[in-house]
């Protein structure tokens, strides 16, 4: 199928980042549909009437344009970590049916449709057969929606995502060589390759790095410590991603726990949830819902401002005030030395006419004013050190 859209690089780099981030099933199939129509209108009133497997193949299209196989395998060992994160739940609310090979009418792709059947073979030999159909249609919906993986390495366009884009880059660039290497050292039309062919990409699999393979998932509630977080943990000597924590903002104390509810019911990997202290009734709902695997983590002091020492909130203060044309000590204030601080900040930048105070901008300058761990709080480096326990835990199981 030929490239049916023009589409701007950077949303080939977000189609990329999108695949890599945690997001069950049938919210990605709605994700892909969604797309496909929002860029081909045309096709909207017949939309009801095509599978799934179809807006796949023009989601892929859109990104990719001709086919390349080392992409489509890449995108395939990808896929695999979906058994390995998903509860059979998740791919049980499918309402999806698998292509067979007569069905398809492109041989560039068609030859990895046995590969799939294959990898399923070894992944869940003892999936019932109504759950190995949808299994199998959700690798081939995958297989099929490949977003450009090698676009994805060309410099970001996007300021906000180019530390993100850049931890990505060379392990996508890694497995893009490793795929490479499987397709030209091996027949992938001749049936009896497959078998060879599926233990080396299960072998892939295991080997991913961390950043493209999730141990956990971290739910805190907004970007101030989505900012915040990944900037301390290198502080305190690694990286968040290294540890294959997918940290997810979830848009406040209540998403939290919407998302938390979902994912125990549909992921297997732990889930660990971070509160302020004063949302007390969704600590309690998380505390009643927690499997042995999940945690939930209370801020002591109530917000992440809160846990910053006097002297180190004021040194970031001032950095952030200085980017409004202000210094700290050129007007009178007031700041307590520890406990709630919510209050006193907004009254400091109203009094200044600077508005509301900026919590996700204070993110922003704590984390670069970051000089040593010393100035990184004692709760986050708690927790940030519980989480690099936890990430060891999950390795070696």
Request: aromatic letters at 8%.
């Amino acid at each position: 199928m030929e490239n049916l859209i023009s589409l701007s690089s950077t949303e080939r780099i977000s189609a990329c980042l999108k695949s890599l981030t945690i997001e069950e099933p049938l919210s990605r199939l709605a994700q892909v549909r969604k797309q496909v129509l929002r860029k081909m209108p045309q096709i909207k009133e017949k939309a009801s009437s095509y599978s799934p497997l179809y807006f796949a193949r023009l989601y892929g299209a859109m990104h990719c344009g001709k086919a390349d196989r080392a992409m489509v395998l890449a995108n395939i060992v990808l896929a695999l970590l979906d058994l390995r994160i998903y509860k059979d739940s998740a791919f049980n609310l499918l309402v999806i049916e698998p292509l067979s090979l007569k069905d398809y009418d492109e041989p560039e792709l068609a030859s990895f449709f046995s590969l799939t059947e294959r990898l399923l073979d070894l992944l869940k030999p003892q999936a019932a057969p109504s759950l190995r159909r949808k299994m199998l249609a959700w690798l081939q919906f995958r297989l099929l929606a490949c977003p450009n993986w090698r676009e994805f390495c060309l410099p970001p366009s996007e300021p906000m995502q180019e530390s993100l884009i850049e931890s990505l880059i060379q392990p996508i660039n890694d497995l893009l060589g490793a795929c490479e290497n499987e397709l030209s050292a091996r027949d992938l039309t001749a049936s009896a390759s497959l078998p060879g062919f599926a233990d080396s990409l299960l072998q892939l699999t295991k080997n991913l790095s961390p950043r493209l393979a999730p141990r956990l998932i971290l739910l805190v509630e907004g970007n101030s410590e989505f900012i915040f977080l990944p900037g301390a943990a290198e502080k305190l000597g690694f990286r968040l991603d290294d540890l294959g924590v997918s940290l997810i903002s979830s848009g406040g104390a209540r998403q939290v726990v919407k998302r938390f509810l979902l994912l125990r019911e549909l992921v297997s990997l732990p889930v660990v949830a971070l509160l302020d202290e004063d949302a007390v009734e969704e600590i309690g709902i998380i505390e009643e819902s927690l499997r042995d695997i999940d945690h939930l983590k209370v801020v002591e002091g109530g917000e992440l401002e809160d846990c910053f020492s006097y002297e180190f909130l004021l040194y970031a203060l001032n950095e952030q005030l200085q980017l409004h044309g202000q210094v700290l000590s050129q007007m009178p204030f007031f700041m307590p030395r520890e406990g709630a601080r919510k209050a006193y900040l907004a009254k400091l930048f109203r009094e200044r006419g600077l508005g509301d105070f900026d919590k996700l901008e204070f993110a922003q300058v704590a984390r670069r004013s970051l000089r040593s761990s010393a100035d990184v709080p004692v709760f986050v480096q708690d927790f940030l050190l519980f989480l690099k326990g936890l990430s060891e835990i999950e390795r070696t199981e």
